[in-house]
């Protein structure tokens, strides 16, 4: 009773007063510290370490919840220490056991082990195969998720409800819409599934990530009972295939069908509004927000500083982050970016100075940014300070820290510099290029610029296109702008109003009017 209240304390108290031999008081023990949560891994190590020193026997509820206690906390030497310890008790051929050390072995990214403990299950049920699925989407093992479910299938063991909600979302990140309505079909026989809303909710997701938004309305629409998660998906899926306006106006349907919004449906429109420049709309979510006691939520908190940074109120954002009663890395990289956004560069760098104070250590989003704002404002010194944090916690690979690096120093003018980290990238992709391009275009080396782009080992994209036209441009080099420009067909980039502009100015400034003006007509059917 005290675990299920989550006073273990409580509960501690009360097994100290019992007798230690029965195995019943120490699994309930353990129990309420596996369920409570709070990261108590080390409570339940010690409980266990205690059992095995008094010569407590235990049994299978004992090491089922200390194996999910290991999944949990993620510590795989424990973990096989405990499998060793079943083996040699004759319990590892136990179904339960095996099962949680299948969910425990992929929690700890062994999936090789997971599925070796899954071949040695003589009768497989569809528990075993879930948690062999869920493993697999958990290690984002999608490709391994689709042909597991066939097998299962194979093998006759019917897929329920919790398998649909592993399978559907992967199918939908896969965006494999053929096989999602396969699913979708199963599901509309059973019955029973078609009326489940977390399947229902799933479906919707599916074919919003597929692009098949009419399927996903379909879906949405027949389900008898609409919940908070369906209008969430269904929000998210207007979001992400372009249809701002609906996603705005579903927060205000839901209402009306006297479903509340909650914390996620709030994080996922917040981005719309952000994206329609909705400052109206965006205040009466913080309204609604403040209202229903979502705040202080640091995911909706950071949600709403990028709002009012993208309606340019900096005010505002400012104001939402000082009133924050804990920080994380997203909140402190959505200040920087607030600042950024709207030009105020030092104000940028006051919150970097801050955080690098704090206790909250960069990730490689906030490195990328400190770097963009050191290279406009040229502070030499602090961008090789964050170029050392850089080397000590290996960014260099992460291929957009590496561009705003290069960009950095071709801005400082360092040419040599942003050579020698090109060089040291071990993958170059088409930010890199694009990166040193630009650095050579900062630095007048307008032919050098040239010369790498036609270097290139990697497919161009529209912004090394932006980049190369425009160092044409400054430049001066009309044949070599037009030979550029038409390359763009052979990578599939259709040209864009900012790289007409570019070529229509150029062609302007070098007297030749009568191809400007075609470039102009060609950018208004755009």
């Known amino acids: 009773m005290y675990t299920s209240c989550g006073s273990l304390e409580d509960a501690q108290k009360l097994f100290d007063g019992l007798p230690c031999e029965s195995v019943y008081p120490w699994n309930a023990l353990l129990r309420g510290t596996v369920v409570s949560g709070k990261r108590r891994y080390t409570d339940v190590l010690k409980t266990y370490a205690e059992m095995r020193a008094l010569g407590v026997e235990l049994n299978v509820y004992s090491f ?243 709002m009012y940074s993208k309606c340019g109120v900096v005010e505002y954002s400012r104001r939402s982050f000082d009133n924050m009663e804990q920080r994380n890395v997203i909140s402190w990289t959505a200040m920087i970016d607030s600042y950024i956004e709207n030009g105020y560069l030092c104000e940028a760098l006051g919150v970097i100075r801050s955080m690098q104070l704090s206790k909250h250590r960069p990730d490689s989003v906030t490195i990328a940014r400190m770097l963009s704002v050191c290279g406009e404002l040229k502070l030499v010194k602090l961008g090789k300070e964050i170029h050392g944090q850089m080397l000590k916690r290996d960014f260099t690979s992460v291929h957009f820290v590496s561009a705003e690096l290069i960009n950095m120093y071709g801005l400082f003018g360092d040419i040599d510099k942003a050579n020698l980290v090109f060089n040291a990238v071990p993958v170059k992709g088409s930010m890199t290029w694009t990166a040193l391009i630009r650095a050579y275009g900062y630095n007048e080396l307008y032919q050098d610029a040239i010369n790498l782009f ?21 430049a001066g080099l009309v044949d070599d702008a037009c030979r550029i420009f038409n390359l763009m067909p052979r990578y599939k980039i259709e040209a864009s109003k900012e790289h007409f502009a570019i070529m229509v100015r150029l062609l302007t400034h070098n007297g030749q009017l009568e191809k400007a003006q075609r470039f102009e007509q060609m950018s208004s059917f755009l």
């Not at 096989?179 to 919707?204: C, D, M, N, R, W």
């Not at 879906?219 to 269904?234: D, H, I, K, P, Q």
């Not at 205000?252 to 917040?270: F, H, K, N, S, Y």
Request: with cysteine; net charge positive.
């Open 454 to 474: 036609d270097q290139m080992r990697s497919s161009p994209t529209n912004f090394t296109f932006e980049a190369i036209l425009s160092i044409c441009d400054r």
């Open 64 to 306: 089922s919840n200390v194996i999910k206690s290991f999944a949990g906390a993620s510590a795989f030497s424990q973990g096989l220490k405990t499998h060793a310890v079943l083996i040699k008790n004759g319990l590892a051929d136990n179904y339960i056991l095996r099962t949680g050390l299948i969910d425990m072995y992929f929690k700890c990214g062994k999936v090789r082990l997971a599925c070796r403990v899954f071949e040695e299950i003589p009768e497989r049920d569809v528990v075993a195969w879930g948690a062999m699925l869920a493993g697999f989407a958990h290690n984002r093992l999608r490709r391994e998720v689709l042909e597991y479910v066939r097998w299962m299938v194979e093998e006759g063991v019917r897929p329920n409800s919790v398998v649909m909600t592993i399978v559907i979302p992967v199918i939908g990140e896969v965006c494999a819409r053929r096989v999602g309505q396969e699913f979708h079909a199963y599901v509309v026989k059973t019955k029973s599934y078609s009326k489940q809303v977390p399947v229902q909710s799933a479906l919707i997701d599916m074919y919003c990530k597929c692009g098949d938004m009419s399927s996903a309305r379909r879906v949405f629409y027949g389900s008898m009972e609409r919940n908070v998660v369906c209008w969430t998906a269904l929000m998210a899926g207007y979001a992400s295939n372009g249809k701002l306006e609906q996603a705005l106006r579903s927060t205000i349907w839901m209402q009306q069908e006297g479903c509340r919004p909650d914390v996620v449906t709030l994080a996922t429109v917040l981005p719309v509004c952000a994206q329609l420049r909705a400052l109206k709309q965006g205040k009466q979510i913080h309204a609604y927000a403040l209202k229903h006691w979502f705040l202080p939520n640091v995911s909706i908190t950071s949600s709403l500083m990028m």
